[in-house]
């Protein structure tokens, strides 16, 4: 029995230009769709077969008749899919095209498994329609093959009636309509009111032209840990609904519009006044029905009056009967006199404070949802967006804002105050302190500190609990601002750098490692650009690529200024500038040899940003990384964004014809989501088998931001608490939730040096993962049974697996790497170079561990004892790094139980 189509579209809304055959499917049948790459790698179709059985089972939990499986026919993953799931029981409704050989294949199919469960719609009527179409639009006479509109309708029709999309597919969007990745972003961008939400799942597989496969950039934009792997399966609703800036008409026409309140309403309470009351006083002298009747004047001026609010308007005999029409043009002539009032004051007392009545207001009436954001610019405009959208009354204080985005903010009722946020009286005066969250998210670094302290003094007085968002470029300033101590203990502190956040999450998601056989391979890193961002990832690559003494890394830089550009970054970092003569504080021996170990010489270069296209495709850098067995990743991070994707436009263009190992990422920080699509789908068709992924986008980290979201940092409070041995193995085992409330707890007094140690630690978790049998995947499916997360347990404990005693020391290594980078770029050296002939090494060791002011005072001075190699450290302190490998599973364990992961 056919169901009617009509019921389906109040849930979906339909796509355009694609038909809806929900009329097809069997009434009370929920529809699973598929879509994949043809040229699957035939060495994997077993596995792949295994795994889309498994899924199906998922979904279906066994009562097959109450789904139906909705394909095309093609050769590769279509035929498997639909093979899989005719072996199970599984009804199919197979979407056939013209032209591409989809008869013979549902003939072989007929013969297999019979007709009772095979069922297949042509869409040749549907192709042809859309063909005419484009033929009619473009003048053009009619298309009749040798094009990709078949692929737009069946990947269209698929997408309109899924309610659980599965897609075999590599990662990759090749710009080509209809392909797999177009599956996929219509699924995503099909928003709608009345749009039914869906279940997308990818199983990652390689394909003919890509075997370095990877997580789909739309099922992880809102990650914070590592995607799945190869072979493994990645989940997430669809659609995604976009935070583009749309007002309801309502709002935008009505409440936030000035013009509406000033002009519109006045005008209509005059025509309602004018005309009831005329009619209400013919009425009353019941003379309405006489053309020419004198009193119809007298009447006419008699409603004028009303609109004065004089006598006239309570001039009603009580003996007269009384007329409702004239009462109610009373009311409006009252109601137009009101508004007049109303508006002339607000006029007479000036914008400010206007706005400040509007925060005396707030402070009675919605003092929970109140925010403040210092600073008008394009991020805080889309955070102020965001917020609004979460219900919250903004203000925004700025000492002279954009008038444009003024004006934009006015519409969507923000409210921008001019003035300066570090005059304590202006704060006061605005009632900045009855804000429950404040963003301190202004250019300078300083006047937000400033800021800062100001509202510090006035916290001291409030009792509520209150959040503050401070945004500091500079690691000095974030740590002074660490070390402030506010008055008021209900104040939580937190320092955010966009920039830092950026690049963390883009190397958690997109490791430089796709394979854990990738981990030993000769690495070439190409960052193009040197601003802002650029800085701040080739800092965090420095932290997160510390390997093995045997790890071959070169990164190449192309900045505008080169030789300018290398200057001011070692001097900021001169842990990195190999320069004997000048840099003689890192030629002690000590110093030297863990410098030597941690940042080889000549692992960066910098070259110029070419500008000449000549200069552009023959540098000689850029020849002798472009080889096929060097793993490749490219980062344009240039500040414009335009100019970024014209520089990845050419460089891809010079590797187009050849095959590397590459993976190529490009900033992109435009406010416009479609904007930042468009680009990114031109340059994926350029080269449509290697990942061109573009990240940096500010409405994601707007929104992150509004809603508090802090859960990237939920990983480095567990590694702080197992540090801190406040429980003990089992208890983390058996109480995840208490454990997770309580590092949260310990999180929010800890210091900003340790927080940003134990972030630095937690990223670099899953770099040690890459050496592994294990990745995040398997290790969330091994803790759902007993037998094997203990098999798990023991693998990451050296005592309990002495086999892989070898792979424990070399992860318990990396991690020494890795502190040792972070200290010496954060400004360590080694104590033992220090006056080396007041005390021997083991006399300072022995006070180091013993004498805790001892500790503290040469912590200050950055000195630090254990700032050697791995082989050179004592027992005690090789046993901390074998503890955080150790820790490993339990901290999964937490933030699986959790439902973080």
């Given at each position: 029995?056919?169901?009617?189509?009509?019921?389906?579209?109040?849930?979906?809304?339909?796509?355009?230009?694609?038909?809806?055959?929900?009329?097809?499917?069997?009434?009370?049948?929920?529809?699973?769709a598929?879509?994949g790459?043809?040229?699957?790698?035939?060495?994997?179709?077993?596995?792949?077969a295994?795994?889309?059985?498994?899924k199906?089972?998922d979904i279906?939990?066994?009562?097959?008749?109450?789904?139906?499986?909705v394909?095309?026919?093609?050769?590769?993953?279509?035929?498997?899919?639909?093979?899989?799931?005719?072996?199970?029981?599984?009804?199919v409704?197979?979407?056939?095209?013209?032209?591409?050989?989809?008869?013979?294949r549902?003939?072989?199919?007929?013969d297999?498994?019979?007709?009772?469960?095979?069922?297949?719609?042509?869409?040749?009527?549907?192709?042809?329609?859309?063909?005419?179409?484009?033929?009619?639009?473009?003048g053009?006479?009619?298309?009749?093959g040798?094009d990709?509109?078949p692929?737009q309708i069946?990947?269209g029709?698929?997408?309109n009636?899924?309610?659980?999309?599965?897609?075999?597919?590599?990662?990759?969007?090749?710009g080509?309509?209809?392909?797999?990745?177009?599956?996929?972003?219509?699924?995503?961008?099909?928003?709608?009111?009345r749009?039914?939400?869906?279940?997308?799942y990818?199983?990652i597989?390689s394909?003919?032209?890509n075997?370095?496969?990877?997580?789909?950039?739309?099922?992880?934009?809102?990650?914070y840990f590592?995607p799945p792997?190869?072979?493994?399966w990645?989940?997430?609703?669809?659609?995604?609904f976009?935070?583009?800036?749309?007002?309801p008409?309502?709002?935008r026409?009505?409440?936030?519009?000035?013009?509406?309140?000033?002009?519109?309403?006045?005008?209509?309470?005059?025509?309602?006044?004018v005309s009831?009351?005329?009619?209400?006083f013919i009425?009353?002298?019941?003379?309405?029905?006489?053309?020419?009747?004198?009193?119809?004047?007298?009447?006419?001026?008699?409603?004028?009056?009303?609109?004065?609010?004089?006598?006239?308007?309570d001039?009603?005999?009580?003996?007269?009967?009384?007329?409702v029409?004239?009462?109610?043009?009373?009311?409006?002539?009252l109601?137009?006199?009101?508004?007049?009032?109303?508006?002339?004051?607000?006029?007479?007392?000036?914008?400010?404070n206007?706005?400040?009545l509007?925060?005396?207001?707030?402070?009675?009436?919605?003092?929970?949802?109140?925010c403040?954001?210092?600073?008008?610019?394009?991020?805080?405009?889309?955070?102020?967006?965001?917020?609004?959208k979460?219900h919250?009354?903004?203000?925004i204080?700025?000492k002279?804002?954009?008038?444009?985005?003024?004006t934009?903010?006015?519409?969507?009722?923000?409210?921008?105050?001019?003035?300066s946020?570090?005059?304590s009286?202006?704060l006061r005066?605005?009632r900045?302190?009855?804000?429950?969250?404040?963003?301190?998210?202004?250019?300078?670094d300083?006047?937000n500190i400033?800021?800062?302290?100001?509202?510090?003094?006035?916290?001291?007085?409030q009792?509520?609990?209150?959040?503050?968002?401070?945004?500091?470029?500079?690691?000095?300033?974030?740590?002074?601002?660490?070390k402030?101590?506010?008055l008021?203990?209900r104040?939580?502190?937190?320092r955010?750098?966009?920039?830092?956040?950026?690049?963390?999450?883009?190397?958690i998601?997109y490791?430089?490692?796709?394979?854990?056989?990738d981990?030993?391979?000769?690495?070439?890193?190409?960052?193009?650009?040197?601003?802002?961002?650029?800085?701040?990832?080739?800092?965090?690559?420095?932290?997160?690529?510390?390997?093995?003494?045997?790890?071959?890394?070169n990164?190449?830089?192309?900045?505008?200024s080169?030789?300018?550009?290398?200057?001011a970054?070692?001097?900021?970092?001169?842990c990195?500038?190999?320069?004997?003569?000048e840099?003689?504080?890192?030629?002690a021996?000590?110093?030297?040899?863990?410098?030597?170990?941690?940042?080889p010489?000549?692992?960066?270069?910098?070259?110029?940003?070419?500008?000449?296209d000549a200069a552009?495709?023959?540098?000689?850098?850029?020849?002798?990384?472009?080889?096929?067995?060097?793993?490749?990743?490219?980062?344009f991070?240039?500040?414009?964004?335009?100019?970024?994707?014209?520089?990845?436009?050419?460089?891809?263009?010079k590797?187009?014809?050849?095959?590397?190992?590459l993976?190529?990422?490009?900033?992109c920080n435009?406010?416009?989501?479609?904007?930042?699509?468009n680009?990114?789908?031109?340059?994926?068709?350029?080269?449509?088998?290697?990942?061109?992924?573009?990240?940096?986008q500010?409405?994601?980290?707007?929104?992150?931001?509004?809603?508090?979201?802090?859960?990237?940092?939920?990983?480095?409070a567990?590694?702080?608490?197992?540090?801190?041995?406040?429980k003990?193995k089992?208890?983390w085992?058996?109480?995840?939730?208490?454990?997770m409330?309580l590092?949260?707890?310990e999180?929010?007094?800890?210091?900003?040096?340790?927080?940003?140690?134990?972030?630095?630690?937690?990223?670099?978790?899953?770099?040690?993962?890459?050496?592994?049998?294990?990745?995040?995947q398997?290790?969330?499916?091994?803790?759902?049974?007993n037998?094997?997360?203990?098999?798990l347990f023991?693998?990451?404990?050296?005592?309990?697996?002495?086999?892989?005693?070898?792979?424990?020391e070399?992860l318990?290594k990396?991690?020494?790497?890795?502190?040792?980078?972070?200290?010496l770029?954060?400004?360590?050296?080694?104590?033992?170079?220090?006056?080396?002939?007041?005390e021997?090494?083991?006399?300072?060791?022995?006070?180091?561990?013993?004498?805790?002011?001892?500790?503290?005072?040469?912590?200050?001075?950055?000195l630090?004892?254990d700032?050697?190699?791995?082989?050179?450290l004592?027992?005690a302190?090789?046993?901390?790094?074998?503890s955080?490998?150790?820790?490993?599973?339990?901290?999964?364990?937490?933030?699986?139980?959790?439902?973080?992961?």
């Amino acid at each position: 029995m056919a169901r009617s189509k009509f019921p389906y579209i109040f849930y979906r809304k339909r796509l355009r230009d694609f038909p809806l055959l929900s009329h097809f499917i069997p009434r009370g049948k929920k529809v699973i769709a598929h879509s994949g790459h043809r040229h699957l790698v035939d060495g994997e179709l077993q596995h792949i077969a295994h795994a889309v059985e498994e899924k199906l089972q998922d979904i279906t939990k066994g009562n097959y008749k109450d789904f139906i499986l909705v394909s095309g026919i093609a050769d590769g993953a279509d035929s498997l899919v639909v093979t899989t799931a005719l072996e199970m029981g599984l009804k199919v409704l197979l979407l056939l095209l013209p032209e591409d050989g989809d008869a013979g294949r549902v003939k072989t199919l007929a013969d297999r498994f019979g007709t009772a469960f095979i069922a297949t719609v042509s869409l040749s009527p549907y192709i042809t329609e859309a063909r005419n179409r484009k033929a009619a639009g473009s003048g053009m006479q009619k298309i009749a093959g040798g094009d990709n509109i078949p692929y737009q309708i069946l990947a269209g029709s698929l997408v309109n009636i899924a309610e659980h999309l599965i897609v075999l597919w590599d990662g990759v969007d090749t710009g080509k309509e209809g392909g797999t990745a177009d599956v996929v972003n219509m699924a995503m961008e099909a928003a709608g009111k009345r749009c039914k939400s869906g279940n997308l799942y990818q199983l990652i597989v390689s394909r003919a032209e890509n075997d370095a496969p990877l997580c789909g950039a739309a099922l992880q934009r809102q990650r914070y840990f590592p995607p799945p792997d190869k072979m493994e399966w990645a989940a997430t609703c669809f659609p995604q609904f976009t935070y583009k800036s749309r007002i309801p008409w309502w709002k935008r026409n009505v409440v936030y519009n000035e013009n509406f309140w000033r002009f519109v309403l006045p005008l209509f309470f005059v025509l309602l006044t004018v005309s009831f009351g005329t009619w209400g006083f013919i009425l009353r002298e019941e003379a309405g029905y006489v053309p020419d009747y004198p009193g119809y004047r007298h009447a006419f001026f008699s409603a004028v009056n009303l609109l004065t609010f004089n006598s006239s308007a309570d001039d009603t005999d009580k003996s007269e009967k009384v007329v409702v029409i004239l009462d109610i043009a009373r009311f409006s002539g009252l109601f137009f006199f009101i508004n007049a009032f109303v508006v002339a004051f607000l006029l007479a007392i000036g914008s400010n404070n206007k706005n400040l009545l509007r925060f005396f207001f707030w402070h009675w009436f919605s003092r929970d949802r109140i925010c403040m954001i210092s600073g008008l610019n394009s991020i805080t405009y889309l955070l102020a967006i965001t917020l609004k959208k979460e219900h919250q009354n903004v203000m925004i204080i700025d000492k002279a804002p954009d008038p444009n985005l003024k004006t934009e903010a006015a519409k969507r009722g923000i409210r921008v105050v001019s003035g300066s946020p570090q005059s304590s009286t202006f704060l006061r005066r605005n009632r900045a302190v009855n804000a429950h969250t404040i963003y301190l998210l202004e250019e300078s670094d300083a006047d937000n500190i400033r800021t800062l302290q100001e509202l510090d003094l006035m916290w001291a007085k409030q009792s509520r609990r209150k959040h503050c968002y401070v945004h500091l470029k500079d690691d000095r300033a974030a740590e002074f601002v660490g070390k402030l101590n506010p008055l008021s203990g209900r104040v939580v502190v937190r320092r955010l750098n966009f920039h830092e956040i950026i690049s963390r999450k883009l190397l958690i998601r997109y490791p430089i490692y796709r394979e854990s056989q990738d981990a030993w391979k000769p690495t070439e890193i190409l960052l193009f650009g040197f601003g802002d961002m650029g800085r701040q990832l080739l800092v965090t690559l420095l932290h997160t690529i510390q390997l093995n003494n045997n790890h071959h890394v070169n990164i190449t830089v192309f900045a505008q200024s080169a030789t300018e550009a290398e200057a001011a970054f070692y001097q900021q970092y001169p842990c990195l500038w190999y320069n004997p003569h000048e840099n003689l504080l890192y030629e002690a021996p000590y110093t030297r040899e863990i410098r030597k170990e941690i940042f080889p010489k000549g692992r960066i270069t910098f070259r110029e940003l070419p500008v000449a296209d000549a200069a552009y495709y023959n540098d000689e850098v850029m020849r002798r990384a472009l080889h096929e067995e060097n793993l490749i990743t490219a980062y344009f991070c240039l500040e414009d964004a335009l100019q970024g994707a014209a520089y990845l436009h050419g460089f891809l263009g010079k590797i187009a014809l050849r095959h590397f190992n590459l993976q190529i990422f490009c900033y992109c920080n435009l406010a416009d989501e479609s904007e930042f699509e468009n680009i990114s789908h031109m340059l994926n068709r350029q080269l449509p088998y290697t990942p061109v992924i573009f990240f940096g986008q500010l409405v994601d980290e707007c929104r992150a931001l509004a809603k508090g979201n802090a859960a990237i940092d939920d990983l480095p409070a567990l590694i702080n608490l197992w540090y801190a041995n406040m429980k003990d193995k089992t208890y983390w085992r058996n109480h995840p939730v208490d454990i997770m409330r309580l590092a949260r707890q310990e999180w929010e007094t800890l210091s900003y040096t340790y927080k940003e140690s134990n972030r630095r630690a937690a990223d670099h978790i899953w770099v040690k993962l890459r050496y592994t049998s294990y990745s995040l995947q398997k290790i969330k499916q091994a803790l759902t049974a007993n037998d094997t997360s203990e098999i798990l347990f023991e693998y990451f404990s050296m005592e309990a697996n002495p086999a892989c005693r070898g792979l424990f020391e070399l992860l318990s290594k990396t991690e020494q790497h890795r502190w040792c980078a972070e200290k010496l770029l954060n400004g360590f050296l080694p104590l033992q170079d220090y006056d080396p002939d007041i005390e021997d090494v083991e006399t300072r060791i022995a006070r180091w561990n013993s004498e805790r002011g001892y500790k503290t005072r040469y912590q200050s001075q950055k000195l630090h004892i254990d700032l050697v190699p791995y082989d050179k450290l004592s027992d005690a302190e090789k046993s901390k790094d074998r503890s955080q490998i150790n820790g490993i599973p339990y901290f999964i364990h937490v933030l699986a139980q959790n439902n973080i992961l």
